[in-house]
């Protein structure tokens, strides 16, 4: 099955109606040839993404207690070869830019991400979910110290409860947040699967929404699917850019975390990385968006 982060964030945020596009490596072999079919299928912009001849990363999955469980083959890759060149991207034409995941856990990977966030810091809104895949850190320090780079830098930080006990050891989301907002973040959220999703906003304060009921065929991508939707949403209501996302109010808040929570819900009732698409949440889109008229 075609997937990857980012790359079902792109997905996930395209169908559900706003413009999408990837950047980084795609092979062309087969298994590249399938992602980017993959990505156009579902109107996901690949101009900015570099073909090229190495290998694709390919990865397993096995499910144990409910929780995935990956093993990544990822040296030598088209991903792993991706070089971001200055001026390549038009930063007045974007919105947001969403990094993550395996690219940072390469000290190449993300270094060329980090270039692509200092062009873009200031010009538009940077979401960060570090996504953390454990088998692929040699250093653990390193990535940690790594990680909050990333969140200094990003507008919007999302992680899981799994990868904030990775990389922090204990439960105390409040503090951390907070300690991101204190670094610049507007919006920090933890999502806690069957748990629901906590957050922290500068104006807004705490807010925290329950998981919608559904029966669970796999949980793969259900986080890029909450990503997805939560930039989706933040958009729709008017609050991606960065001052206005500053000034987004609970209930606004509130009703974004719902969406997010009903789509990853929806992804997880459904195997592999497959985000809805638009016409599969309208009850949560008339939520998110009341006063609209369809």
Avoid at 185 to 190: N, T, Y
Avoid at 193 to 207: L, N, S, T
Avoid at 247 to 266: G, H, I, K, P, Y
Wanted: hydrophobic letters at 45%; one cysteine or more; a negative charge.
């Amino acid at each position: 099955m075609v997937g990857g982060s980012c790359l079902n964030i792109a997905v996930g945020v395209a169908r559900l109606g706003a413009p999408a596009g990837f950047v980084g490596g795609i092979s062309t072999d087969l298994f590249g040839r399938m992602i980017a079919d993959h990505a156009s299928a579902s109107a996901v912009e690949l101009r900015y993404a570099t073909r090229s001849d190495h290998q694709t990363t390919l990865a397993f999955v096995r499910t144990v207690a409910g929780e995935p469980h990956y093993a990544f083959y990822d040296e030598g890759t088209a991903s792993r070869n991706w070089m971001y060149r200055h001026g390549a991207i038009p930063l007045d034409e974007i919105e947001a830019i969403h990094v993550g995941s395996t690219t940072l856990a390469d000290d190449h990977g993300a270094g060329q991400a980090l270039a692509l966030l200092e062009d873009a810091r200031g010009a538009v809104t940077i979401s960060f979910d570090p996504n953390c895949r454990p088998k692929l850190v040699r250093d653990k320090a390193s990535y940690v110290e790594r990680m909050n780079a990333f969140a200094e830098i990003a507008g919007i930080v999302r992680m899981s409860d799994v990868d904030f006990e990775f990389l922090y050891g204990g439960g105390n989301y409040a503090g951390r947040a907070n300690s991101f907002i204190e670094a610049g973040a507007s919006l920090v959220v933890v999502t806690r699967g069957i748990r629901g999703a906590q957050a922290w906003h500068e104006e807004a304060g705490e807010i925290e929404v329950q998981a919608p009921t559904v029966a669970v065929v796999d949980t793969i991508g259900a986080g890029d699917s909450f990503q997805a939707a939560l930039l989706f949403a933040l958009r729709a209501i008017g609050r991606i850019e960065g001052h206005a996302l500053r000034q987004m109010n609970s209930d606004e808040l509130c009703r974004v975390l719902s969406f997010a929570s009903t789509c990853a819900a929806f992804t997880c009732g459904r195997a592999g990385a497959d985000p809805p698409r638009r016409s599969d949440v309208g009850a949560a889109l008339s939520h998110l968006l009341p006063d609209a008229h369809e």
